[in-house]
């Protein structure tokens, strides 16, 4: 079974800094694809960023990047000149291309953005 | 256009009362998910359509969970004879069909049972 780790339960940054969502995930599959879900107080999930395994190149979108080390399973989210609307649970996800279809859902990361 | 959408926003019922949740999906999207999100267990998956084929019921935790999809398009959760354990947000996606395709999610419904 897959299973998604975010050990940083909560973290907090100034605004207009950048920060580091850390994920990590124990797969023995060849193909996946890794998202970041954020979870506004509103309740939406809302796609932040996609990964396809297969691709060497980190996504970017806009402030947002990964770094995404396949042989380490870490897919790491950064969030670049942060602002207050960045506040939010940010979820790491898997989904296996033979695994099935449900994603598999990380605990979440809180994070906190202070004037 | 118009995202997932689901109803109601929040209910609150009494243990041992059936409740229906309802997820209006994207239109043109075949495949609808639904997810369970509580504190104790994070974000589970509840069950899976895709288009007209039987639906994977692998995630629901109990007989008393089942749902339904009429027309390929708006699906219904229901739960029977609720207990205080079922109090979580219900969460719908929809994506276009192949299984590593994005899944969209709706705002979910706050179930409370008291």
């Known amino acids: 079974a897959q299973t998604v780790t975010q050990s940083q339960p909560e973290m907090s940054v100034q605004e207009a800094e950048t920060v580091t969502l850390s994920c990590t995930y124990d797969t023995s599959e060849s193909d996946y694809y890794l998202f970041w879900y954020k979870q506004p107080p509103s309740r939406q999930m809302i796609l932040v960023i996609r990964q396809e395994a297969y691709k060497q190149q980190n996504a970017t979108e806009n402030r947002f990047s990964v770094n995404f080390q396949k042989a380490a399973k870490s897919f790491s989210l950064k969030i670049s000149d942060s602002q207050l609307g960045d506040a939010a649970m940010y979820f790491c996800?898997?989904?296996?291309?033979?695994?099935?279809?449900?994603?598999?859902f990380g605990k979440g990361t809180s994070l906190l953005v202070t004037p | 256009g118009a995202g997932v959408s689901q109803s109601p926003s929040n209910k609150v019922t009494e243990k041992g009362k059936d409740v229906e949740l309802r997820c209006d999906p994207i239109s043109g999207h075949t495949a609808l998910y639904w997810y369970r999100q509580s504190l104790g267990q994070g974000l589970e998956f509840l069950i899976y359509?895709?288009?007209?084929?039987?639906?994977?019921k692998s995630g629901l935790p109990s007989d008393r969970f089942s749902a339904e999809r009429t027309g390929g398009s708006v699906s219904t959760l229901t739960i029977q004879r609720t207990q205080q354990e079922d109090s979580a947000v219900y969460l719908c996606?929809?994506?276009?069909?192949?299984?590593?395709?994005?899944?969209?999610f709706g705002p979910g419904t706050r179930l409370t049972v008291l």
């Open positions: 996800a898997y989904i296996g291309s033979n695994s099935g279809y449900a994603l598999n």
């Open positions: 359509f895709q288009g007209n084929s039987a639906p994977d």
């Open positions: 996606a929809s994506s276009t069909g192949r299984v590593v395709d994005t899944q969209y």
